[in-house]
């Protein structure tokens, strides 16, 4: 049973830029689906099981690129997620972003992550369109 799945997206724009929108917790809801708000401690998160807010720390370094986020829901459950800016040779940059099996139980984790890695599919594109323009 797969635990996790990893999605990249070339985005047509400079590495220093993608990393400076994507390291801040803000602009989540701009691309990330589940996100309806956040800021640099809290967030509230849209599930299927309703809202629920959450303590979200990220953790970003410009100099490799990586921009890591760790969830912590009101259950005490904590989700992760990591991911990497870099650059091109091509003046672009690749996003690339590794999505964990949420905390959920583990009868239901297989179809959880499934629905996860095809949502993501769908930010990351909403996330290239948004710093294309």
Do not use: C, K
């Not at 760790?70 to 650059?87: I, K």
């Not at 139980?105 to 769908?122: I, N, Y």
């Amino acid at each position: 049973m797969e635990m996790f799945d990893v999605q990249a997206i070339e985005i047509r724009a400079p590495r220093a830029s993608v990393f400076d929108f994507i390291r801040r917790p803000q602009n989540l809801p701009r691309w990330a689906e589940a996100f309806a708000n956040a800021d640099d401690t809290r967030a509230l998160l849209r599930t299927p099981a309703g809202s629920v807010e959450i303590e979200l720390r990220t953790v970003a370094d410009a100099d490799s690129g990586t921009i890591d986020w760790r969830m912590v829901f009101p259950d005490g459950n904590v989700a992760l997620a990591q991911s990497r800016v870099t650059e091109t040779s091509r003046d672009t940059s690749i996003y690339a972003f590794v999505l964990h099996a949420p905390p959920v139980p583990l009868e239901q984790l297989e179809g959880a992550l499934a629905v996860q890695r095809e949502t993501l599919r769908g930010e990351l594109r909403a996330l290239r369109a948004l710093l294309e323009t």
